[in-house]
């Protein structure tokens, strides 16, 4: 499959597990996301890894820790997680423009995304 | 941080009238708008997008316009079709060169294209 794809596309847990979600792109991008999208809210930005240093944490709960080996890799390694935190997690990734803004557009390209139940 | 309000939560039209969804942001930093349709069980995929030292861009059937004054970007789609229905998202961000830049989203517009 081209383009970026997520592993597993459904998951269920129970509030001791742990697991992980893995994504990997195959468009040469050189930066990755993690976004939640729940029922009737808006997708939310998670992390943003930017040439495989994370620069970007958007006050999520430490039950939730990402990990990015290289710039086609991302995971997100899911511990002791809540009912509430049941939800599509979707990866993206980007090309980072050039330092004077020149380039590409943000255009960020999103996995097909894992669903998640939290039992 | 930036907050991005979208509306209408639903809209329905008629198959071959036009739809036009708003949003609003708040961070006057806010450089880069995209749109992004989501059909039922499928991932977000862009449709088009614009940068703020542009106030209209315009892609076939579909066109984008941008009030920086005002803060608010509107999204167009004329002689809509049934492959039209979807939820359709905007969203803001800050385009700094040399960085990766998250998307702030609005809630999502679920569009409903009447036969």
């Known amino acids: 499959e081209t383009g970026v794809t997520q592993t597993p596309r459904h998951l269920v847990m129970g509030m001791t597990n742990k697991k992980s979600l893995k994504c990997e792109q195959h468009l040469g991008h050189n930066a990755m996301y993690w976004y939640k999208q729940s029922a009737k809210k808006p997708l939310e930005l998670m992390f943003v890894?930017?040439?495989?240093?994370?620069?970007e944490n958007n006050s999520v709960p430490s039950r939730f820790s990402p990990e990015c080996p290289n710039s086609s890799h991302l995971f997100l390694h899911l511990h002791t997680l809540q009912p509430e935190d049941s939800a599509l997690y979707l990866c993206?990734?980007?090309?980072?423009?050039?330092?004077?803004?020149?380039?590409?557009?943000?255009?960020?390209?999103f996995g097909p995304g894992t669903r998640l139940t939290v039992l | 941080g930036e907050n991005v309000e979208q509306h209408p939560s639903t809209l329905s039209v008629q198959e071959g009238d036009s739809a036009v969804i708003k949003c609003t942001y708040s961070d006057s930093a806010s450089n880069y708008f995209p749109w992004y349709k989501q059909e039922l069980g499928k991932r977000p995929q862009l449709i088009i997008d614009?940068?703020?030292?542009?106030g209209e861009k315009k892609d076939q059937r579909i066109a984008v316009t941008l009030n920086k004054t005002a803060k608010h970007f509107s999204l167009h789609i004329t002689e809509t079709q049934p492959e039209d229905s979807a939820v359709y998202f905007c969203a803001a961000s800050i385009r700094s060169g040399g960085g990766a830049d998250g998307l702030t989203f609005g809630k999502g517009t679920h569009l409903i294209i009447q036969p």
């Open positions: 614009i940068r703020s030292n542009v």
């Open positions: 993206a990734s980007s090309q980072v423009p050039g330092l004077a803004g020149e380039g590409l557009f943000n255009e960020q390209f």
């Open positions: 890894y930017n040439f495989k240093e994370q620069t």
